[in-house]
């Protein structure tokens, strides 16, 4: 069912409806920053905007937080806390959304996630920091998969990608400035200023956003006597808890290299298996047509992209000696291709092209991730890396942005939030899978020696093991590819 006729939205309806059709009149050329829309767009976009800054900006201040609060052992569960929680948030607010609105779990996500902050920024201990990521985590997975619902009930469906697009743009921008001014506040102010800044910042979003969202998508959506009963699997959450247990147990394997760590990642795949059939579209893993293949190709293109570009630095300072510096400043003309990749799909002349533009685009992420390490070879020159991930940005951007559409686009109003959760969490889940099996790899082909030669490599000298970095990138190359048959499968 169209996002943009909802049901019971006739005048001769007795039924009060809290979710108009369309939002307020507005012209044929009105855009998401026209009068109707600003405090809406702003508001949901900066939301957006401040996540993503203090997701980009807390691997600054963590190092520092660890060390003052003698909790460098506890180090990745202050990062693996965050993702465990929010997979389950996801799936709450994706059922929550669909049966009540948006407005509630935006409201408690928001509150969550600035108390999760509070809590970081005042822990005496490493384990009360580790708690207020776990908190933050739920908030932010409410927050998130909410913002899909209140765009698919109170946007048009021709601004849908414009909006989607800024969505996907607010985690580019960061990634090129958060680390710095994080780094900037953790020197001149202390590392807990990064937590304790935001939750003053979220409070003119809220207010730009709350009354927008209350007035235009709160409430459920009448019921449609012409509609299918649903049938929902039985206990999502259950199912949404054991995939978060799940995703812990591979992440605490994962960091202990010990033989009986085999044990908790045996039972974190069972789970996982388990609960991905139930969480995600029937027929994800085989690319059904339509919208498991939307879901399946978010998690190919982030989980390869992702897994192959957190590789890239390292494999410039060590194996062609570059200062860190230099080589994060090699991925920095991504920032801008990747939003030009999203204003590109989001324009409504070529909205009848967009599966083609996606199709288009993971053939650029595939080709970024099979060109970079050619700079293993002495004679190949530097700059292609920063091109060819410029390019693979630049097919980023239409990919993300692409699903996104495409998901508001293939779902029924009352099922927006459970999509935009599945879209999420096969995101989320990739990123994880695919950089463990990336490390396990990296691991096997020698990459474990690669830093004991980084003083010589910085220095020019050109050591390391180039193969450790081949055995991640081209089988992320081959994953990249998968996700172009994948592409041309999104059409129902």
């Given amino acids: 069912m169209s996002t943009s006729q909802q049901p019971g939205a ?8 809290p ?31 401040l996540i993503a800054f203090e997701a980009t900006a807390v691997g600054t201040a963590m190092p520092v937080a660890a060390r003052e609060l003698h909790g460098v052992p506890l180090y990745a569960f202050a990062f693996s806390a965050y993702f465990t929680t929010s997979l389950f948030a996801m799936v709450l607010a994706g059922q929550w959304a669909d ?39 739920l908030g932010g997975g409410l927050v998130i998969v909410a913002l899909y619902v209140v765009v698919s009930r109170a946007y048009p469906r021709r601004l849908q990608p414009a909006i989607l697009a800024a969505f996907s743009a607010c985690w580019v921008v960061p990634s090129v400035v958060g680390p710095l001014i994080a780094g900037t506040v953790t020197e001149h102010l202390g590392w807990r200023w990064v937590f304790l800044g935001i939750p003053v910042l979220i409070l003119l ?14 409430g459920p959506l009448p019921a449609d006597p012409d509609a299918p009963p649903r049938t929902a699997p039985r206990g999502r959450l259950a199912w949404a808890f054991a995939l978060s247990l799940a995703a812990g147990l591979l992440q605490y394997a994962a960091g202990d290299p010990d033989w009986w760590s085999l044990a908790p990642a045996l039972v974190g795949a069972v789970l996982l298996a388990l609960a991905v059939r139930v969480l995600l579209p029937p027929g994800t893993w085989r690319a059904a047509r339509g919208l498991p293949a939307v879901v399946l190709l978010r998690g190919v293109a982030a989980g390869a ?99 996104s559409t495409l998901l508001l686009e293939l779902s029924a109003p009352e099922e927006a939030g459970t ?45 390391g093991h180039p193969a450790a970095f081949a055995a991640v990138f081209l089988p992320l190359a081959v994953v990249a590819a998968v996700g172009v048959g994948v592409a041309r499968r999104t059409r129902e």
């Fill in 99 to 137: 049966r009540a609105g948006p407005l509630a779990p935006i409201t408690l996500g928001i509150g969550g996630f600035a108390a999760g902050l509070l809590l970081c920024g005042t822990a005496g201990s490493m384990w009360v920091f580790v708690l207020g990521r776990a908190v933050q985590g």
């Fill in 205 to 218: 979003p809220l207010l730009l956003a709350l009354p927008q969202i209350r007035r235009r998508a709160a």
């Fill in 419 to 463: 999509n935009s959760a599945a879209l999420q969490m096969s995101d989320g889940l990739s990123n994880v899978l695919l950089l463990a099996l990336g490390g396990a790899a990296f691991a096997a082909a020698g990459g474990g020696a690669v830093g004991a030669g980084h003083e010589l490599s910085a220095a020019g000298a050109g050591t």
């Fill in 19 to 49: 979710v108009p059709v369309e939002p307020a009149p507005v012209p044929a050329a009105g855009g998401v920053l026209s009068r109707p829309y600003l405090a809406l767009s702003l508001g949901i976009v900066s939301v957006v905007l």
């Fill in 10 to 17: 006739e005048a001769a309806d007795p039924v009060p409806i």
């Fill in 305 to 403: 992209f992702i897994a192959a570009e957190s590789f890239v630095p390292l494999m410039l300072v060590t194996q062609r000696g570059l200062s860190p510096t230099l080589a994060g400043l090699s991925l920095a003309l991504g920032g801008s291709t990747w939003a030009f990749g999203s204003w590109v799909q989001a324009r409504p002349a070529w909205s009848a092209y967009r599966r083609t533009f996606m199709t288009f685009g993971m053939v650029l992420v595939a080709g970024a991730i099979a060109t970079a390490p050619g700079v293993l070879l002495p004679w190949t020159p530097v700059w292609i890396v920063a091109v060819a991930w410029g390019f693979g940005c630049f097919g980023m951007g239409i990919v993300t942005s692409g699903t």
